[in-house]
Nanobody
Framework: VQLQASGGGLVQAGGSLRLSCAAS????????MAWFRQAPGKEREFVAA????????FYVDSVKGRFTISRDNVKNAVTLQMNSLKPEDTAVYYC???????????????????????WGQGTLVTVSS
């Protein structure tokens, strides 16, 4: 399984970016997928996740109402639409995939790094003030 993240870049505060994570070797339509981010000098943190069915989405409080995670089954990809970006959103963003098909978890488990078996290479998002 390989995950290829793209869409990062430099944007001014208040702007938008759309990240995409294309998967190969695995059908995303049956998988839990997520985005994490890591700012300089900080640990990697959970940003958003989508259940295998797509019926539930989970967000860290700091991005609720601004970010939207969705799945594109035709492109076998997951996207993260980021609006109203803030300088504190600056980080390398990583997509991740859970290898267990059609599995549902507690709300807490979706946010744990240890749930995910495969990770993309990361895409840098820089938000200037």
């Amino acid at each position: 399984v390989q995950l290829q993240a793209s869409g990062g870049g430099l944007v001014q505060a208040g702007g938008s970016l759309r990240l995409s994570c294309a998967a190969s070797g695995r059908t995303v339509s049956s998988s839990v997928m997520a985005w994490f981010r890591q700012a300089p000098g900080k640990e990697r943190e959970f940003v958003a996740a989508i259940s295998w069915s797509g019926s539930r989405q989970f967000y860290v409080d700091s991005v609720k109402g601004r970010f939207t995670i969705s799945r594109d089954n035709v492109k076998n990809a997951v996207t993260l639409q980021m609006n109203s970006l803030k300088p504190e959103d600056t980080a390398v963003y990583y997509c991740a995939l859970d290898n267990r098909a059609r599995t549902t978890y507690s709300d807490y488990e979706y946010r744990r790094r240890s749930l995910y078996d495969y990770w993309g290479q990361g895409t840098l998002v820089t938000v200037s003030s």
